[in-house]
């Protein structure tokens, strides 16, 4: 079955950087997609691709079967859960992890 | 555009009551899924669209479970009878096809309460 896996859970100080894992057993999925999920709000895409990328403090980290999204000075307001997704060649169909659910310590 | 854009922002309803959530996807998108989070499974895929002909309903977890999309601008969910544990988030998101693959933009979801 095509699954995605992230911790449920990963807790930071203010100003680290944070690391948040994924892989999968998505078929042919190749396509990584990290998307932030306040609640109440919509969730929104951070970063993705097929390589590793970069926008603002959002960093992603790409293996083929694997993926990490690096967070950089965290900061509070970045507590909130984060999707990991995939999707591979041919498919417009994303499949999620579970979520995790950053903490943020002042 | 305004995004995606869902009805109702909440919904409460007894046991046995039929449901049903609405979306307006992003003008020109050809592709709409509908997502149902919850803490257990975090976000689901339950069925999407492709030019309003479904695609994949394989996520829809009972024949309870039924979804429409009459027009390009325009998808329902329905769920009846509804169950508490259909109690979750339900989430519609809209997306163009790209040789890259498919960035999906999310509305801001519907909190379904069945009591």
């Known amino acids: 079955k095509d699954q995605v896996f992230q911790p449920s859970t990963v807790a930071s100080s203010e100003g680290a950087v944070v690391e948040i894992f994924c892989n999968h057993s998505?078929?042919?999925?190749?396509?990584f997609f990290w998307y932030l999920h306040f609640p109440g709000c919509a969730p929104r895409l951070l970063v993705k691709?097929?390589?590793?990328?970069q926008q603002g403090r959002y960093n992603m980290t790409y293996e083929r079967f694997s993926s990490s999204l690096l967070i950089l000075q965290v900061r509070e307001a970045d507590a909130a859960v984060y999707y990991c997704?995939?999707?591979?060649?041919?498919?417009?169909?994303?499949?999620f992890g579970k979520g995790t659910k950053l903490s943020v310590i002042p | 555009d305004a995004g995606v854009i869902q009805s109702p922002r909440h919904e409460v309803t007894e046991m046995g009551q039929e449901v049903t959530l609405r979306c307006k996807p992003i003008?020109?998108?050809?592709?709409l899924f509908w997502y149902r989070q919850t803490m257990m499974r975090g976000l689901e895929l339950l069925i999407y669209?492709?030019?309003?002909?479904?695609?994949?309903d394989s996520g829809m977890p009972e024949d309870r479970f039924s979804a429409k999309m009459p027009n390009a601008s325009f998808s329902t969910l329905k769920i009846q009878p509804s169950e508490p544990r259909d109690s979750a988030v339900y989430f519609c998101?809209?997306?163009?096809?790209?040789?890259?693959?498919?960035?999906?933009?999310f509305g801001q979801g519907t909190r379904l309460t069945v009591v």
């Open positions: 998101a809209s997306s163009f096809r790209d040789w890259f693959g498919t960035e999906a933009f």
């Open positions: 998505v078929s042919n999925a190749y396509n």
């Open positions: 691709g097929s390589k590793p990328s």
């Open positions: 997704g995939c999707s591979g060649a041919g498919s417009y169909q994303l499949t």
């Open positions: 003008s020109g998108h050809d592709y």
């Open positions: 669209f492709n030019n309003n002909v479904p695609i994949d």
